[in-house]
Protein backbone atom coordinates (compact mmCIF):
# COMPACT_ATOMS: atom_id res chain seq x y z
CA UNK A 1 0.00 0.00 0.00
CA UNK A 2 1.46 3.40 -1.15
CA UNK A 3 1.83 6.08 1.54
CA UNK A 4 -0.52 9.21 1.01
CA UNK A 5 0.82 12.04 -0.88
CA UNK A 6 2.11 15.21 1.10
CA UNK A 7 1.30 18.61 -0.34
CA UNK A 8 3.98 20.96 -0.84
CA UNK A 9 1.65 23.85 -0.56
CA UNK A 10 2.15 25.53 2.88
CA UNK A 11 -1.03 25.99 5.09
CA UNK A 12 -2.74 29.15 5.06
CA UNK A 13 -2.22 30.76 8.70
CA UNK A 14 -4.84 32.53 10.26
CA UNK A 15 -5.40 36.17 9.98
CA UNK A 16 -4.58 36.76 13.36
CA UNK A 17 -0.94 34.64 12.88
CA UNK A 18 -0.74 36.65 9.47
CA UNK A 19 -1.07 39.88 11.05
CA UNK A 20 1.95 38.69 13.93
CA UNK A 21 3.44 37.20 10.88
CA UNK A 22 4.01 41.38 9.34
CA UNK A 23 7.27 42.94 10.01
CA UNK A 24 6.49 45.79 12.64
CA UNK A 25 6.35 49.35 11.78
CA UNK A 26 9.75 51.09 11.35
CA UNK A 27 11.75 47.48 10.63
CA UNK A 28 13.99 47.35 7.58
CA UNK A 29 17.79 48.89 6.28
CA UNK A 30 15.75 52.63 5.87
CA UNK A 31 14.21 52.43 8.97
CA UNK A 32 18.05 52.08 10.53
CA UNK A 33 19.18 54.68 7.89
CA UNK A 34 16.98 57.16 9.29
CA UNK A 35 17.44 56.54 12.92
CA UNK A 36 21.29 56.73 12.33
CA UNK A 37 20.91 60.06 9.94
CA UNK A 38 18.00 61.74 12.66
CA UNK A 39 20.84 61.23 15.06
CA UNK A 40 23.58 63.05 13.56
CA UNK A 41 21.16 65.96 13.07
CA UNK A 42 20.13 66.21 16.34
CA UNK A 43 22.86 68.88 17.06
CA UNK A 44 22.53 70.51 14.39
CA UNK A 45 20.05 73.33 15.13
CA UNK A 46 20.23 76.43 12.89
CA UNK A 47 17.20 77.40 11.90
CA UNK A 48 16.52 77.23 7.63
CA UNK A 49 13.21 78.51 7.85
CA UNK A 50 10.13 79.76 10.56
CA UNK A 51 9.09 78.45 13.51
CA UNK A 52 13.23 77.56 14.11
CA UNK A 53 12.65 74.51 11.84
CA UNK A 54 16.04 73.17 11.78
CA UNK A 55 17.72 70.58 8.80
CA UNK A 56 16.53 67.68 11.02
CA UNK A 57 12.92 68.71 11.16
CA UNK A 58 12.75 68.31 7.20
CA UNK A 59 13.94 64.85 7.24
CA UNK A 60 11.36 63.98 10.44
CA UNK A 61 8.34 65.32 9.25
CA UNK A 62 9.29 63.35 5.37
CA UNK A 63 9.59 60.08 8.47
CA UNK A 64 6.52 61.06 10.26
CA UNK A 65 4.28 60.78 6.35
CA UNK A 66 5.77 57.27 6.46
CA UNK A 67 5.53 56.26 9.53
CA UNK A 68 1.14 57.58 9.11
CA UNK A 69 0.87 55.65 6.16
CA UNK A 70 2.74 52.67 7.70
CA UNK A 71 0.32 52.94 10.25
CA UNK A 72 -2.95 52.89 8.40
CA UNK A 73 -1.47 50.18 5.81
CA UNK A 74 -1.02 47.42 8.37
CA UNK A 75 -2.99 48.83 11.27
CA UNK A 76 -0.10 48.17 13.76
CA UNK A 77 -0.89 48.75 17.67
CA UNK A 78 0.93 51.49 18.34
CA UNK A 79 2.60 52.30 21.76
CA UNK A 80 1.57 55.85 23.34
CA UNK A 81 3.61 56.61 26.79
CA UNK A 82 2.51 60.11 28.13
CA UNK A 83 -0.97 59.90 26.07
CA UNK A 84 -2.53 60.96 29.69
CA UNK A 85 -0.08 63.65 30.80
CA UNK A 86 0.47 64.69 26.77
CA UNK A 87 -3.50 65.39 26.87
CA UNK A 88 -3.34 67.34 30.50
CA UNK A 89 -0.51 69.68 29.63
CA UNK A 90 -2.09 70.68 26.07
CA UNK A 91 -6.12 71.10 28.03
CA UNK A 92 -4.03 73.13 30.55
CA UNK A 93 -1.96 75.24 27.80
CA UNK A 94 -4.82 75.77 25.61
CA UNK A 95 -7.05 77.38 28.77
CA UNK A 96 -3.89 79.26 29.81
CA UNK A 97 -3.88 80.89 26.24
CA UNK A 98 -6.85 82.96 27.32
CA UNK A 99 -5.04 84.80 29.18
CA UNK A 100 -1.94 84.91 26.91
CA UNK A 101 -0.09 88.69 26.19
CA UNK A 102 0.94 87.20 23.21
CA UNK A 103 -1.63 84.43 21.36
CA UNK A 104 0.37 84.05 18.60
CA UNK A 105 3.68 82.91 20.65
CA UNK A 106 1.31 80.40 22.58
CA UNK A 107 -0.05 78.95 19.45
CA UNK A 108 3.57 78.77 17.80
CA UNK A 109 4.71 76.98 20.83
CA UNK A 110 2.14 74.62 20.90
CA UNK A 111 2.57 73.33 17.18
CA UNK A 112 6.31 72.53 18.19
CA UNK A 113 4.66 70.76 21.32
CA UNK A 114 2.70 68.82 18.67
CA UNK A 115 5.43 68.41 16.45
CA UNK A 116 7.72 66.97 19.16
CA UNK A 117 5.61 64.52 21.15
CA UNK A 118 4.07 63.14 17.30
CA UNK A 119 8.11 62.73 16.20
CA UNK A 120 8.61 60.66 19.63
CA UNK A 121 5.75 58.63 19.51
CA UNK A 122 6.75 57.58 16.03
CA UNK A 123 11.12 57.06 17.68
CA UNK A 124 9.50 55.10 20.26
CA UNK A 125 7.54 53.11 17.56
CA UNK A 126 10.32 52.33 15.01
CA UNK A 127 13.30 52.10 17.54
CA UNK A 128 12.08 47.95 19.60
CA UNK A 129 12.25 46.96 15.86
CA UNK A 130 15.95 47.62 16.06
CA UNK A 131 16.54 45.46 18.67
CA UNK A 132 19.46 47.18 21.64
CA UNK A 133 20.13 50.40 19.20
CA UNK A 134 23.78 50.42 19.29
CA UNK A 135 24.23 51.47 16.23
CA UNK A 136 22.00 53.96 16.93
CA UNK A 137 23.94 55.42 20.52
CA UNK A 138 27.68 54.74 19.01
CA UNK A 139 26.64 56.93 16.28
CA UNK A 140 25.36 59.55 19.20
CA UNK A 141 28.53 59.18 20.83
CA UNK A 142 30.66 59.34 17.79
CA UNK A 143 29.09 62.99 16.82
CA UNK A 144 28.90 64.37 20.12
CA UNK A 145 32.75 63.53 20.52
CA UNK A 146 33.01 65.55 17.55
CA UNK A 147 30.16 68.64 18.27
CA UNK A 148 32.21 68.37 21.48
CA UNK A 149 35.85 69.29 20.04
CA UNK A 150 34.43 71.51 17.28
CA UNK A 151 33.11 73.87 20.38
CA UNK A 152 36.43 74.04 22.10
CA UNK A 153 38.62 74.22 18.98
CA UNK A 154 35.97 77.61 17.82
CA UNK A 155 36.93 79.15 20.82
CA UNK A 156 41.04 78.63 20.47
CA UNK A 157 40.85 79.00 16.92
CA UNK A 158 38.70 82.61 16.73
CA UNK A 159 39.85 83.66 20.17
CA UNK A 160 43.19 82.79 20.78
CA UNK A 161 42.05 80.46 23.88
CA UNK A 162 44.24 78.69 26.22
CA UNK A 163 43.66 76.30 28.76
CA UNK A 164 43.43 79.07 31.57
CA UNK A 165 40.66 80.92 29.22
CA UNK A 166 39.01 77.89 28.46
CA UNK A 167 37.98 77.04 31.75
CA UNK A 168 37.48 80.90 33.38
CA UNK A 169 34.18 82.23 34.67
CA UNK A 170 34.87 85.05 32.31
CA UNK A 171 35.09 85.47 28.39
CA UNK A 172 33.14 83.62 25.63
CA UNK A 173 31.43 80.62 26.22
CA UNK A 174 31.77 77.33 23.93
CA UNK A 175 28.26 76.43 22.10
CA UNK A 176 29.70 74.74 19.16
CA UNK A 177 26.69 74.30 16.69
CA UNK A 178 23.57 74.94 19.12
CA UNK A 179 22.20 78.79 20.41
CA UNK A 180 23.79 78.95 23.31
CA UNK A 181 26.08 77.45 25.62
CA UNK A 182 23.37 75.52 28.14
CA UNK A 183 21.93 74.33 25.03
CA UNK A 184 25.26 72.75 24.04
CA UNK A 185 25.76 71.66 27.84
CA UNK A 186 22.57 69.96 27.83
CA UNK A 187 23.58 68.30 25.03
CA UNK A 188 27.02 66.92 26.15
CA UNK A 189 25.47 65.81 29.75
CA UNK A 190 23.29 63.23 28.18
CA UNK A 191 26.13 62.39 25.35
CA UNK A 192 28.14 61.26 28.58
CA UNK A 193 25.01 58.92 29.54
CA UNK A 194 24.84 57.45 26.18
CA UNK A 195 28.47 56.60 26.37
CA UNK A 196 28.23 54.93 29.69
CA UNK A 197 25.26 52.67 28.37
CA UNK A 198 27.72 51.59 25.91
CA UNK A 199 30.04 50.23 28.32
CA UNK A 200 30.80 46.42 27.46
CA UNK A 201 29.81 46.79 24.14
CA UNK A 202 32.15 49.23 22.87
CA UNK A 203 35.74 48.86 23.60
CA UNK A 204 37.48 51.61 25.66
CA UNK A 205 39.82 52.89 23.34
CA UNK A 206 36.68 54.97 21.86
CA UNK A 207 34.77 55.47 25.06
CA UNK A 208 37.49 57.27 27.08
CA UNK A 209 38.27 59.71 24.64
CA UNK A 210 34.78 60.30 23.55
CA UNK A 211 33.68 60.49 27.47
CA UNK A 212 37.02 63.01 27.27
CA UNK A 213 36.17 65.18 24.60
CA UNK A 214 32.84 65.42 26.05
CA UNK A 215 34.14 66.48 29.63
CA UNK A 216 36.16 68.76 28.08
CA UNK A 217 33.56 70.41 25.71
CA UNK A 218 31.35 70.85 28.97
CA UNK A 219 33.84 72.56 30.84
CA UNK A 220 34.28 75.54 27.74
CA UNK A 221 30.43 75.73 28.05
CA UNK A 222 30.85 76.91 31.48
CA UNK A 223 27.40 75.67 32.32
CA UNK A 224 27.48 75.12 35.78
CA UNK A 225 23.99 73.70 35.46
CA UNK A 226 25.23 71.32 33.41
CA UNK A 227 28.27 70.34 35.64
CA UNK A 228 26.31 70.31 38.74
CA UNK A 229 23.65 67.87 36.63
CA UNK A 230 26.39 65.45 35.41
CA UNK A 231 27.36 64.95 38.86
CA UNK A 232 24.39 64.07 40.05
CA UNK A 233 23.59 61.61 37.11
CA UNK A 234 26.65 60.48 37.79
CA UNK A 235 25.74 59.96 41.35
CA UNK A 236 22.81 57.90 40.12
CA UNK A 237 24.52 55.92 37.96
CA UNK A 238 26.84 54.54 40.97
CA UNK A 239 23.82 54.04 42.94
CA UNK A 240 22.10 52.14 40.34
CA UNK A 241 24.66 50.55 39.00
CA UNK A 242 25.69 48.99 42.51
CA UNK A 243 22.18 48.00 42.61
CA UNK A 244 21.55 45.90 39.55
CA UNK A 245 24.77 43.79 40.14
CA UNK A 246 23.74 42.80 43.58
CA UNK A 247 26.38 44.77 45.60
CA UNK A 248 24.87 44.56 49.00
CA UNK A 249 22.80 47.58 50.24
CA UNK A 250 24.83 47.96 53.43
CA UNK A 251 28.06 48.18 51.61
CA UNK A 252 26.84 50.90 50.06
CA UNK A 253 25.29 52.85 52.36
CA UNK A 254 28.84 52.35 54.25
CA UNK A 255 30.59 53.80 51.22
CA UNK A 256 28.39 56.48 51.26
CA UNK A 257 28.73 57.58 54.91
CA UNK A 258 32.47 57.60 54.45
CA UNK A 259 32.76 59.95 51.08
CA UNK A 260 29.96 62.25 53.09
CA UNK A 261 32.54 61.87 56.35
CA UNK A 262 35.11 62.65 54.67
CA UNK A 263 33.49 65.56 52.99
CA UNK A 264 32.75 67.14 56.49
CA UNK A 265 36.11 66.44 57.44
CA UNK A 266 37.53 68.09 54.32
CA UNK A 267 35.27 71.66 55.15
CA UNK A 268 36.09 71.46 58.99
CA UNK A 269 39.90 71.27 58.08
CA UNK A 270 39.86 74.22 55.96
CA UNK A 271 37.53 76.39 58.31
CA UNK A 272 39.34 76.00 61.58
CA UNK A 273 43.01 75.59 60.15
CA UNK A 274 42.21 77.18 56.55
CA UNK A 275 44.24 74.91 55.04
CA UNK A 276 43.30 75.29 51.27
CA UNK A 277 41.29 78.14 51.80
CA UNK A 278 43.58 80.14 49.37
CA UNK A 279 43.19 77.18 46.26
CA UNK A 280 39.07 77.30 47.25
CA UNK A 281 39.64 81.44 46.67
CA UNK A 282 41.31 80.78 43.39
CA UNK A 283 39.18 77.79 42.31
CA UNK A 284 35.98 79.44 43.28
CA UNK A 285 36.88 82.81 41.52
CA UNK A 286 38.72 81.39 38.63
CA UNK A 287 36.88 78.40 37.30
CA UNK A 288 32.68 78.59 36.30
CA UNK A 289 32.12 78.17 39.75
CA UNK A 290 32.42 81.84 39.87
CA UNK A 291 29.54 82.55 38.20
CA UNK A 292 27.51 80.55 40.43
CA UNK A 293 26.42 84.47 42.54
CA UNK A 294 25.66 86.22 38.91
CA UNK A 295 23.51 83.58 37.86
CA UNK A 296 21.71 82.93 40.81
CA UNK A 297 20.88 86.53 41.14
CA UNK A 298 19.40 86.94 37.83
CA UNK A 299 17.30 83.91 37.52
CA UNK A 300 15.80 84.84 41.38
CA UNK A 301 15.24 88.01 39.76
CA UNK A 302 13.12 86.57 36.75
CA UNK A 303 11.42 83.63 39.16
CA UNK A 304 10.48 86.49 41.42
CA UNK A 305 8.86 88.29 39.02
CA UNK A 306 7.19 85.12 37.03
CA UNK A 307 5.79 84.66 40.70
CA UNK A 308 4.06 87.98 41.21
CA UNK A 309 2.81 87.28 37.93
CA UNK A 310 1.56 83.72 38.60
CA UNK A 311 -0.18 85.25 41.54
CA UNK A 312 -2.55 87.27 39.43
CA UNK A 313 -3.16 84.27 36.57
CA UNK A 314 -3.00 81.05 38.43
CA UNK A 315 -4.23 79.15 35.63
CA UNK A 316 -1.00 80.40 33.61
CA UNK A 317 0.03 83.40 31.19
CA UNK A 318 0.27 81.35 28.26
CA UNK A 319 2.69 79.24 26.58
CA UNK A 320 5.72 80.82 25.85
CA UNK A 321 4.99 84.24 27.22
CA UNK A 322 7.44 84.56 29.96
CA UNK A 323 9.48 86.75 27.79
CA UNK A 324 6.55 88.99 26.78
CA UNK A 325 6.09 90.11 30.70
CA UNK A 326 6.63 93.71 30.86
CA UNK A 327 8.95 94.54 33.74
CA UNK A 328 9.38 97.19 36.50
CA UNK A 329 11.66 99.90 35.90
CA UNK A 330 13.85 98.54 38.84
CA UNK A 331 13.78 94.89 37.54
CA UNK A 332 14.44 95.26 33.34
CA UNK A 333 17.42 92.93 32.40
CA UNK A 334 18.30 93.11 29.12
CA UNK A 335 20.42 95.15 27.76
CA UNK A 336 19.36 98.21 25.58
CA UNK A 337 16.85 98.87 28.22
CA UNK A 338 14.06 96.63 27.31
CA UNK A 339 11.34 96.52 29.53
CA UNK A 340 10.30 92.67 28.62
CA UNK A 341 11.68 89.65 30.87
CA UNK A 342 13.16 86.70 29.90
CA UNK A 343 12.29 83.28 29.51
CA UNK A 344 12.04 81.57 32.89
CA UNK A 345 15.37 79.57 32.73
CA UNK A 346 13.24 76.71 34.69
CA UNK A 347 11.17 74.11 33.15
CA UNK A 348 9.26 73.53 36.27
CA UNK A 349 8.71 77.21 36.96
CA UNK A 350 7.70 78.08 33.44
CA UNK A 351 5.33 75.30 33.34
CA UNK A 352 3.79 76.26 36.30
CA UNK A 353 3.55 80.16 35.50
CA UNK A 354 3.12 79.77 31.25
CA UNK A 355 0.68 76.59 31.59
CA UNK A 356 -0.61 76.57 35.24
CA UNK A 357 -0.28 73.68 38.05
CA UNK A 358 -1.88 71.17 36.13
CA UNK A 359 0.52 71.24 33.54
CA UNK A 360 3.55 70.74 35.94
CA UNK A 361 1.72 68.26 37.92
CA UNK A 362 2.13 66.32 33.96
CA UNK A 363 5.56 66.95 33.65
CA UNK A 364 6.02 65.51 36.86
CA UNK A 365 4.19 62.34 36.37
CA UNK A 366 6.32 62.23 32.48
CA UNK A 367 9.31 62.07 34.57
CA UNK A 368 7.87 59.37 36.98
CA UNK A 369 6.46 57.32 34.09
CA UNK A 370 9.95 57.36 32.65
CA UNK A 371 11.89 56.40 35.51
CA UNK A 372 9.38 53.48 35.65
CA UNK A 373 9.92 52.27 32.20
CA UNK A 374 13.38 51.51 33.12
CA UNK A 375 13.28 49.64 36.24
CA UNK A 376 10.15 47.60 34.49
CA UNK A 377 12.52 46.90 31.56
CA UNK A 378 15.42 45.98 34.05
CA UNK A 379 12.94 43.73 36.34
CA UNK A 380 11.53 42.04 33.29
CA UNK A 381 14.46 40.32 32.80
CA UNK A 382 14.40 36.57 34.09
CA UNK A 383 18.15 35.68 33.52
CA UNK A 384 20.62 36.63 36.58
CA UNK A 385 23.94 36.41 34.65
CA UNK A 386 22.13 38.43 31.32
CA UNK A 387 20.96 40.71 33.77
CA UNK A 388 23.82 41.95 35.38
CA UNK A 389 25.42 42.17 32.17
CA UNK A 390 24.64 44.88 29.61
CA UNK A 391 21.11 45.44 31.13
CA UNK A 392 22.82 46.59 34.28
CA UNK A 393 24.51 49.03 32.42
CA UNK A 394 21.72 50.26 30.35
CA UNK A 395 19.47 50.90 33.14
CA UNK A 396 22.21 52.60 35.28
CA UNK A 397 23.16 54.67 32.12
CA UNK A 398 19.54 55.81 31.32
CA UNK A 399 18.50 56.18 34.76
CA UNK A 400 21.93 58.45 35.75
CA UNK A 401 20.60 60.32 32.62
CA UNK A 402 17.73 60.85 33.37
CA UNK A 403 18.02 62.38 36.56
CA UNK A 404 20.72 64.34 35.56
CA UNK A 405 18.02 66.43 33.06
CA UNK A 406 15.59 66.47 35.49
CA UNK A 407 18.21 68.14 37.37
CA UNK A 408 19.08 70.47 34.41
CA UNK A 409 15.44 71.89 34.48
CA UNK A 410 16.14 73.92 37.46
CA UNK A 411 18.19 76.03 35.23
CA UNK A 412 17.14 75.52 31.88
CA UNK A 413 13.90 75.34 29.54
CA UNK A 414 14.78 71.82 27.61
CA UNK A 415 11.61 70.78 26.56
CA UNK A 416 11.66 72.01 23.16
CA UNK A 417 15.54 70.64 22.62
CA UNK A 418 15.29 67.67 20.05
CA UNK A 419 18.13 65.79 21.67
CA UNK A 420 16.04 65.39 24.96
CA UNK A 421 12.89 63.72 23.00
CA UNK A 422 15.50 61.29 21.07
CA UNK A 423 16.98 60.28 24.49
CA UNK A 424 13.36 59.95 26.32
CA UNK A 425 12.97 57.65 23.05
CA UNK A 426 15.54 55.44 22.97
CA UNK A 427 15.29 55.11 26.92
CA UNK A 428 11.62 53.83 26.34
CA UNK A 429 12.66 51.55 23.62
CA UNK A 430 15.49 49.91 25.54
CA UNK A 431 13.32 49.10 28.40
CA UNK A 432 10.80 47.47 26.15
CA UNK A 433 14.35 45.52 24.34
CA UNK A 434 14.63 44.42 27.80
CA UNK A 435 11.56 43.31 28.33
CA UNK A 436 11.12 41.43 25.32
CA UNK A 437 14.72 39.91 25.56
CA UNK A 438 13.73 38.19 29.15
CA UNK A 439 16.49 35.59 28.96
CA UNK A 440 19.85 36.12 27.63
CA UNK A 441 20.18 36.87 23.90
CA UNK A 442 22.64 35.51 21.40
CA UNK A 443 26.04 37.47 22.14
CA UNK A 444 26.92 40.16 20.13
CA UNK A 445 31.06 41.27 19.22
CA UNK A 446 31.94 44.41 20.81
CA UNK A 447 32.69 47.42 18.38
CA UNK A 448 36.35 47.57 17.71
Excluded at 62 to 72: D, P
Excluded at 100 to 109: D, G, K, R
Excluded at 224 to 236: I, M, R
Excluded at 375 to 396: D, L
Aim: glycine share 8%; aromatic share 10%; charged share 15%.
Amino acid sequence: MSAPAVSLRPARLPRSAERLAVAPAGSGRAWSLYLLVTTALVPFVNAIGPGQIAMGDVLNVVALGAFAVLLISRRTRLSLPFLIPAFVIAGASLLATANALAPEQSLVTLAQDAYLYLWFLMLVNVCPAHEDLRAVRVTWMLVSALIALYGVFDLVHHYGYGIHELFSPKGVRAQATFGNPNFFADYLVLSLFVIMSLGGEVTWLLRLPAAGAILMGLLASKSLGGVLSALVGAATWFMVRALTRRTSKLSLVAVSLIVFAFAVVGVWIVKEWEIGRRGLQVITSESMVGRLDKSSQGRLQIWGELTRRFEHSPLGIGPGNSSFIELSVANRERRGGSIYGKEAHNDYVGYAVERGPFALLALLATIGLAFRAIAAGWSAIRSRAWREGPPSQWTAAFAGGLAASAIHSFTIEKLHFRHYWLFIALLFAMSEWMRRSGGAPEPRRRTA
